[in-house]
């Protein structure tokens, strides 16, 4: 097969994607890496060529990445995860109503332009987890005691914000990967808790664990991703969701996630729907700080003129 995978400049050395990509070189197919960030693309020409069997994603939230994988989607390619589907993930603002209108145990949320605004958000409510609302890998989360705090947390641009309800936890989430249906946990050290001690390691994963995950998936019809829980008083609580995220402590990852892509690109990304349909008829869930919604039924689970210079084992970079 022949793919196109879209590598943003902060994951052009990192093991993840590029393991991923010697795998499957190594399988005999032919991988194209293209830098969104760092390329002459004649775009209209490229991916109207319709030359690769898809094309995978692995960019930061604000890069120009995303724009390309819609575009191939656009004229109809196979993609992964699906593009619209990341959009979804990618602004947290969004992510948060989508999730809270299908029932996902995900925290109340607000937004807000500046920091300062929060301290309208009810008092009983705090502490407040901050963030920006197109953040990624734990950058810029703080966590904010009281509204006095607010001005000092304040950062330069950072657009636009959403703050949630912190749910208290020993210094670690639970980081859940899925790989087109299969799933596997590992305990990750909090980004609020950035000095505790914490052994990073694979763990199992409970039930009603596995059964958020898979409702992710099936709500924002995602194949490859990672949520963030933690194991809140009421259950697991969702503080995260991301596409293509890291499968750190997944064995054989970089098998498996090759073996994953290659699936779904034969099958042109699986039987979709999530936000891509029309949402499901569920009553509306309370507006609570965290906590487990009524219970609702679960889903079952060849380088282009000007894309790149070559690199050693034919890959495109």
Request: net charge negative; aromatic share 4%.
């Amino acid at each position: 097969m022949k793919l196109c995978f879209l590598v943003e400049e902060l994951y052009r050395h990192d093991g993840m994607p590029l393991d991923v990509v010697r795998q499957l070189t190594s399988w005999g197919h032919q991988v194209d890496v293209v830098r969104p960030g760092g390329s002459l693309l004649r775009i209209s020409e490229e991916v109207r060529a319709g030359t690769h069997d898809a094309w995978v994603l692995k960019t930061v939230s604000g890069g120009p990445g995303l724009t390309l994988l819609e575009a191939a989607a656009a004229v109809g390619l196979t993609t992964v995860n699906d593009a619209r589907s990341i959009r979804a993930v990618r602004d947290k603002v969004l992510t948060s109503v989508i999730a809270r209108q299908h029932g996902l145990p995900v925290p109340v949320t607000y937004s807000a332009p500046r920091a300062a605004l929060f301290a309208d958000v009810p008092e009983e409510l705090y502490p407040l987890v901050v963030k920006p609302a197109d953040g990624s890998s734990g950058r810029g989360v703080r966590l904010v005691a009281d509204p006095g705090q607010l001005a000092d947390t304040a950062q330069a641009d950072e657009g636009q914000l959403i703050a949630q309800p912190y749910v208290a936890n020993p210094g670690s989430d639970l980081k859940v990967y899925c790989l087109a249906g299969e799933f596997h946990a590992t305990v990750r050290r909090s980004p609020l808790h950035p000095d505790a001690p914490v052994d990073e390691r694979a763990v199992p994963l409970p039930a009603e664990v596995v059964a958020a995950a898979a409702e992710v998936g099936a709500v924002f019809g995602l194949d490859l991703y990672g949520i963030d829980v933690v194991l809140g008083p009421d259950g697991p609580v969702i503080v995260d969701i991301n596409d293509f995220p890291s499968f750190r402590q997944v064995p054989d990852a970089a098998a498996r996630l090759a073996g994953a892509i290659l699936e779904l690109a034969r099958s042109g990304g699986g039987d979709r729907t999530g936000v891509l349909g029309p949402a499901p008829r569920i009553p509306a869930q309370p507006l609570i700080p965290y906590g487990r919604p009524q219970p609702h039924p679960v889903a079952e689970s060849g380088p282009g003129a000007g894309l790149a210079a070559a690199v050693p084992e034919g890959v495109q970079i």
